[in-house]
T-cell receptor, first 113, second 113 residues
Framework: AQSVAQPEDQVNVAEGNPLTVKCTYSVSGNPYLFWYVQYPNRGLQFLLKYITGDNLVKGSYGFEAEFNKSQTSFHLKKPSALVSDSALYFCAVMGYNFNKFYFGSGTKLNVKP | DGGITQSPKYLFRKEGQNVTLSCEQNLNHDAMYWYRQDPGQGLRLIYYSQIVNDFQKGDIAEGYSVSREKKESFPLTVTSAQKNPTAFYLC????????????FGPGTRLLVL
């Protein structure tokens, strides 16, 4: 079965500090992993994806994610948080038949000035 | 949100009424999806379509119906059988390659009068 888990409902960080939003996955076969961001009353925006290759993936708005096969994790990171990064973040995995995406429950990121 | 439009932004449904949510994409994507988002529950798949004139049920298809008569359009009807329709509805699309990203529209919020 394909699934992702986001163990933290909320993450609080001060502006300028590094941030990490956690995601773990369970897949059959090679994992295709994605991060999205959602601002209030808006659709999801694509941030980055891991398909194959380097374990550190760089994406939009200075975000990056580290794929760790042994820990089945794909944590989202940013070296220096901005107040404008405050939003809801979703991790997702593509199903083995490439037809369906499975989303985590989301993590609300609060960046305080 | 570019390339995928959803209308209306807000929709009010009376008890016993069927309502239809529109989703249009100009990205020439083969696959289209409908998700329901409730607070704290992430995204749940309602229906998806990989090609014109074909669609499959997702995890929560009961009380919903779809059609895919044109590649660019994938309307969702919320029927009177859906007893708890209040939610944020998101449409998404992706091209057919196995490494392709899913992109989202801006969403429609459905409220019950």
């Amino acid at each position: 079965a394909q699934s992702v888990a986001q163990p933290e409902d909320q993450v609080n960080v001060a502006e300028g500090n590094p941030l990490t939003v956690k995601c773990t996955y369970s897949v059959s076969g090679n994992p295709y992993l994605f991060w999205y961001v959602q601002y209030p009353n808006r659709g999801l925006q694509f941030l980055l994806k891991y398909i194959t290759g380097d374990n550190l993936v760089k994406g939009s708005y200075g975000f990056e994610a580290e794929f760790n096969k042994s820990q089945t994790s794909f944590h989202l990171k940013k070296p220096s948080a901005l107040v404008s990064d405050s939003a809801l973040y979703f991790c997702a995995v593509m199903g083995y038949n490439f037809n369906k995406f499975y989303f985590g429950s989301g993590t609300k990121l609060n960046v305080k000035p | 949100d570019g390339g995928i439009t959803q209308s209306p932004k807000y929709l009010f449904r009376k008890e016993g009424q069927n309502v239809t949510l529109s989703c249009e994409q100009n990205l020439n994507h083969d696959a289209m999806y409908w998700y329901r988002q409730d607070p704290g529950q992430g995204l749940r798949l309602i229906y998806y379509s990989q090609i014109v004139n074909d669609f499959q049920k997702g995890d929560i298809a009961e009380g919903y119906s779809v059609s895919r008569e044109k590649k660019e359009s994938f309307p969702l009807t919320v029927t009177s059988a859906q007893k708890n329709p209040t939610a944020f509805y998101l449409c998404a699309s992706r091209s057919g390659g196995d490494q392709e990203t899913q992109y989202f529209g801006p969403g429609t919020r459905l409220l019950v009068l």
